[in-house]
């Protein structure tokens, strides 16, 4: 039995990552710590909240104290971190609980990895470490980090205390740097999530600047299934790029939103741009792909129109979550509720 500690796993990808995980292995132990912030919950969880390897721990991994706890408690020897503030608009807004969660939480975990002598360590990290794109070319493992939001430079220094663990103290950790990710459960103030629900809901939709900057495109399974393969066979130290060579400039995945419920593409609204916005992210994968046998298996027009449809058969999931705090934050960031 792997004793894992999961942190961040009532977010969008951790909960996919638990349910899945769960489903098809019985000799990983998970405990799943997570604040439960804004982002974070347990509604995702419904498929794994009655398995005997599944524990749910409601904490801060900023704690030093409670973390250190768990580890003993539980006899913690792998650690999975996808706890983050993961939203860029929002580190725009306000960037110190970024920096506080991403950059020290993760310090927190390194010292208790080191205490406890874990056998592995997986750094849940993205793409925009690496910055934006010109027209051509793909981020490598090699490429510089070059971090242009608030956001992405937490998770660069992030990354930096990762590496600098392993090479002063040798804690065993490892580093996955993922494209964006889309699927159910996400949270919606992300871009498709949030143009899913607008248009369901007639409202405008709001797409920044001139709507060509690109995103590289995957399904949070095909990431899920790169962690799980990095985590078993990964090797130390190393970085591992995720991607699934699916780059489409917004406007379009905009417009084939509103085509696929029918609706009419006057609800696009143009507005302001965002602050410092990367122009185009664009994943080269060959390193997991050549050195661990990981490609991705969802095809994106299938995968797409199975996450709108299940935002559409779910409304309740959602519903809940654009009432309340959500309003405000919505009105901040785009002037209107
Ligand atoms: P999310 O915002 O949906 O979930 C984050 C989770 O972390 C929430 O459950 C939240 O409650 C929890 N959390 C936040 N602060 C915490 C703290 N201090 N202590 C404990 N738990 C805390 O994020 P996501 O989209 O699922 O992203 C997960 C990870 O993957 C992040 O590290 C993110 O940087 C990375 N990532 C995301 C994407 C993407 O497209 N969403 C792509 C690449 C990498
Ligand atoms: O209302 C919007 N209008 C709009 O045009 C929103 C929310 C976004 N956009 C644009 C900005 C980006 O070009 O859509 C694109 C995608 O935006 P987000 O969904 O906010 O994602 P992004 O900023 O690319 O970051 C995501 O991918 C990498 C995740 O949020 C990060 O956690 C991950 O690390």
Same mark, same amino acid.
Request: proline content about 3%; glycine content about 6%; hydrophobic content about 35%.
């Given at each position: 039995m792997k004793n894992i500690l999961v942190t961040g796993g009532a977010g969008f990808i951790g909960s996919n990552f638990i349910n899945y995980i769960l489903d098809k292995r019985d000799d990983y132990n998970i405990v799943n710590l997570d604040k439960l912030t804004y982002a974070g919950n347990l509604e995702n969880l419904i498929p794994s +909240? &009655? &398995? +005997?390897?599944y524990h749910f721990v409601k904490g801060d991994i900023v704690n030093s104290e409670f973390v250190d706890l768990i580890f003993r408690k539980y006899d913690i020897k792998y650690v999975i971190n996808f706890a983050a503030e993961s939203h860029v608009d929002r580190s725009i807004l306000g960037s110190e609980v970024f920096f506080r969660t991403n950059v020290i939480g993760t310090n927190v975990l390194l010292e208790a990895a080191r205490r406890y002598e874990v056998e592995k360590f997986l750094q849940v990290s993205t793409d925009e470490v690496y910055g934006s794109l010109g027209e051509n070319g793909l981020f490598t493992e090699d490429t510089p980090l070059h971090p242009n939001s608030p956001y992405s430079a937490s998770k660069a220094s992030a990354d930096l205390v990762a590496l600098a663990f392993h090479h002063t103290y040798d804690v065993p950790v490892v580093i996955t740097r993922c494209s964006n990710n889309y699927g159910q459960? +996400?949270?919606?103030? &992300?871009l498709i999530p949030l143009m899913i629900i607008n248009s369901l809901n007639e409202k405008k939709l709001p797409v920044y600047g001139d709507g060509m900057n690109v995103r590289d495109w995957i399904y949070v399974l095909d990431h899920n299934k790169a962690i799980e393969i990095v985590f078993e066979k990964g090797r130390i130290s190393e970085v591992y790029n995720v991607g699934a060579s699916n780059e489409i400039p917004n406007i379009e995945i905009v417009k084939l939103i509103l085509k696929h419920l029918g609706k009419s593409e006057e609800l696009i609204e143009y507005v302001k741009d965002r602050l410092g916005h990367d122009r185009r992210y664009a994943i080269n994968s060959s390193k997991i792909k050549k050195e661990l046998g990981w490609s991705p298996c969802y095809k994106f027009e299938e995968a797409i129109i199975q996450t709108i449809d299940w935002y559409k058969k779910n409304k309740n999931w959602w519903e809940s979550i654009i009432s309340g705090k959500y309003q405000d934050y919505y009105k901040t960031q785009y002037g209107t509720k």
């Amino acid at each position: 039995m792997k004793n894992i500690l999961v942190t961040g796993g009532a977010g969008f990808i951790g909960s996919n990552f638990i349910n899945y995980i769960l489903d098809k292995r019985d000799d990983y132990n998970i405990v799943n710590l997570d604040k439960l912030t804004y982002a974070g919950n347990l509604e995702n969880l419904i498929p794994s +909240q &009655k &398995k +005997q390897n599944y524990h749910f721990v409601k904490g801060d991994i900023v704690n030093s104290e409670f973390v250190d706890l768990i580890f003993r408690k539980y006899d913690i020897k792998y650690v999975i971190n996808f706890a983050a503030e993961s939203h860029v608009d929002r580190s725009i807004l306000g960037s110190e609980v970024f920096f506080r969660t991403n950059v020290i939480g993760t310090n927190v975990l390194l010292e208790a990895a080191r205490r406890y002598e874990v056998e592995k360590f997986l750094q849940v990290s993205t793409d925009e470490v690496y910055g934006s794109l010109g027209e051509n070319g793909l981020f490598t493992e090699d490429t510089p980090l070059h971090p242009n939001s608030p956001y992405s430079a937490s998770k660069a220094s992030a990354d930096l205390v990762a590496l600098a663990f392993h090479h002063t103290y040798d804690v065993p950790v490892v580093i996955t740097r993922c494209s964006n990710n889309y699927g159910q459960y +996400q949270f919606p103030e &992300k871009l498709i999530p949030l143009m899913i629900i607008n248009s369901l809901n007639e409202k405008k939709l709001p797409v920044y600047g001139d709507g060509m900057n690109v995103r590289d495109w995957i399904y949070v399974l095909d990431h899920n299934k790169a962690i799980e393969i990095v985590f078993e066979k990964g090797r130390i130290s190393e970085v591992y790029n995720v991607g699934a060579s699916n780059e489409i400039p917004n406007i379009e995945i905009v417009k084939l939103i509103l085509k696929h419920l029918g609706k009419s593409e006057e609800l696009i609204e143009y507005v302001k741009d965002r602050l410092g916005h990367d122009r185009r992210y664009a994943i080269n994968s060959s390193k997991i792909k050549k050195e661990l046998g990981w490609s991705p298996c969802y095809k994106f027009e299938e995968a797409i129109i199975q996450t709108i449809d299940w935002y559409k058969k779910n409304k309740n999931w959602w519903e809940s979550i654009i009432s309340g705090k959500y309003q405000d934050y919505y009105k901040t960031q785009y002037g209107t509720k």
